[in-house]
């Protein structure tokens, strides 16, 4: 017990950790009640099936867009100058989804929302950086477990709130508040974060701007494959889930609430234990058993039937998130303590923000139509297909995990 305490006052001891912790549980109060409601929001507003994938291939390929440039930024300018930056843009998210009156409009707020996701590069270095390096793995799980349960509860008020309200209303009170909280955010990461990138490592020649893929690691060059393959796989039915479980298994959004917190609750908790885990045995396993879990998961969700079925198979699939790292931030496979601890196992500090806009973009060039073809098949076949298709896909990603990933620390 008294080593665990000492680990976690190490952890919490640092401001940037402290500071980043504080504006994502501002963030979670505000965000995580309209976000995982957002598919059923668009198709309030007009959009079909397949327009509401290929509004999520607009917001992938605006992510696309800014993921390298924001790496860059960071590595050149600062993390906390990007971070503060592309900040503003999560006020004028919710301004803009507050403001459409039909689907094409939420093009603005989707593109507003992806540019707000540029400085995930710059966040994911700045939390390694300010982590030690002793006890990375386990730092990265105990900070999501810090700023991920708040989310999860959320997501339950939310669809209380929706439910009571009603669609419509109930988004325009909560995106109202949405802009309140992002000007707190603003505020908050201004004035609190310090910079973790020494001079010595800052990017300045016009040469060290030029990133050629092959001459990468080969463990790099397989984790940009998984993590692209993933993100396909799971783009694919991403956007639906939600309506799938309204609309054919039959939840409210109170229901679906519950279900994404407990499951949230229970993967942000094993997120933890997944990173004390992958100091111990290792990055590569974690990884390959989330790789593992999560497609195996999308086959159950389909015959799913009812509330409990649904919540198990979702708890099932939370496994699979806590112990590796799955979709854990902002749609990117690079959250999980797992896999954030290998990169920085890897990188150097001089190449951090570079490396994760490069893998980040990676996963988006990847993924991109996948949202659209997930609509495609529900609209022109049946909801079943679409998971169907996107579990085949989910399965290839271990394959390559197992075969080409090598540590750069044996365990």
């Known amino acids: 017990m008294g080593s665990s305490l000492y680990t976690l006052r190490r952890i919490l001891s640092d401001r940037n950790i402290l500071v980043l912790t504080l504006s994502e549980f501002i963030s979670a109060l505000s965000f995580r009640l309209w976000m995982p409601y957002w598919s059923l929001y668009a198709l309030d507003l007009g959009a079909s099936k397949e327009v509401l994938g290929l509004l999520s291939v607009v917001q992938a390929g605006s992510v696309l867009v800014c993921q390298i440039p924001g790496g860059l930024l960071a590595d050149r300018l600062g993390r906390k100058k990007v971070i503060v930056f592309f900040t503003v843009f999560e006020i004028l998210t919710p301004l803009l989804y507050m403001l459409a009156r039909s689907w094409p409009h939420l093009v603005f707020g989707a593109i507003s929302q992806s540019m707000s996701w540029a400085c995930m590069p710059a966040l994911n270095a700045i939390v390694v950086e300010s982590l030690p390096e002793d006890i990375r793995g386990t730092g990265i799980g105990i900070y999501r477990l810090v700023t991920w349960l708040p989310r999860m509860v959320m997501e339950f008020v939310g669809g209380v709130v929706l439910d009571y309200l009603g669609l419509a209303r109930g988004f325009s009170i ?16 201004a004035w609190g974060l310090y910079e973790t990138l020494g001079e010595g490592d800052r ?17 790099m060059l397989a984790l940009i494959a998984i993590g692209g393959i993933s993100s396909f796989a799971a783009r694919m039915a991403m956007p639906f889930v939600v309506v799938y479980a309204v609309e054919v298994i039959g939840l409210t959004k109170s229901e679906w609430g519950l279900v994404s917190m407990v499951s949230g609750i229970l993967s942000v908790t094993l997120s933890s234990v997944g990173g004390a885990l992958s100091d111990r045995i290792g990055r590569k396993p974690c990884l390959l058993a989330s790789r593992l879990i999560e497609p195996a998961s999308r086959l159950g969700f389909i015959h799913a039937n009812n509330f409990l079925q649904a919540l ?7 496994i699979g998130r806590g112990v590796g790292g799955g979709l854990i931030m902002k749609g990117l496979l690079m959250g999980g303590p797992a896999w954030q601890a290998l990169v920085a196992d890897i990188v150097p500090p001089s190449d951090r923000g570079r490396i994760m806009g490069v893998m980040g973009s990676a996963q988006i060039l990847l993924g991109l139509p996948s949202s659209w073809v997930g609509g495609y098949l529900w609209d022109n076949y049946a909801p079943e297909v679409t998971f169907y298709a996107s579990t085949v896909m989910g399965f290839i990603a271990p394959l390559i995990l197992y075969a080409f990933i090598k540590e750069s620390k044996e365990k």
């Open 174 to 189: 909560i995106l109202t508040w949405s802009i309140v909280a992002s000007i707190l955010i603003l505020a908050v990461r």
């Open 203 to 219: 990017c300045r020649g016009g040469h060290r701007l030029k990133l050629n893929i092959f001459d990468m690691p080969q463990s």
């Open 312 to 318: 198990a198979v979702q708890s099932f699939s939370a």
